[in-house]
């Protein structure tokens, strides 16, 4: 058994898969949940190891998925790169125009 914050943290993100199965599907797609959950748990107990915050990042889930979808390719050789689109240059803030750039 691990430490108890991971087993809560787990646990919570199980109970939140379970009520929002539709968002689930949109995550992992043909990747079994069993299999899902138990990636998420091992990877929970690897950051606390290294002393690192248990919670979960976006990145590591992606990978967790990726790992599972391609189980032939090491994930820790892909490189995950966040793309963020701007529909426009400045934002018109009561403080006047602000660039985004």
């Known amino acids: 058994m691990g430490n108890v ?18 968002d689930l599907m949109e995550l992992i797609g043909d990747v079994q949940k069993d299999e899902f959950y138990v990636k998420l748990r091992e990877r ?19 990978e967790v998925v990726l790992e599972l979808k391609f189980k032939e390719l090491p ?7 966040m793309v963020i689109e701007v ?10 125009l602000i660039g985004l750039n």
């Open 75 to 81: 994930v820790k050789d892909l490189k995950i790169d």
């Open 44 to 62: 929970c107990e690897e950051n606390f190891e290294k002393g690192e915050e248990i919670t979960l990042t976006k990145t590591q889930i992606v």
């Open 5 to 22: 914050d991971v087993e809560i943290y787990v646990s919570q993100l199980i109970n939140f898969f379970e009520n929002n199965p539709n």
């Open 87 to 96: 529909d426009k240059l400045f934002e018109k803030t009561k403080f006047g």
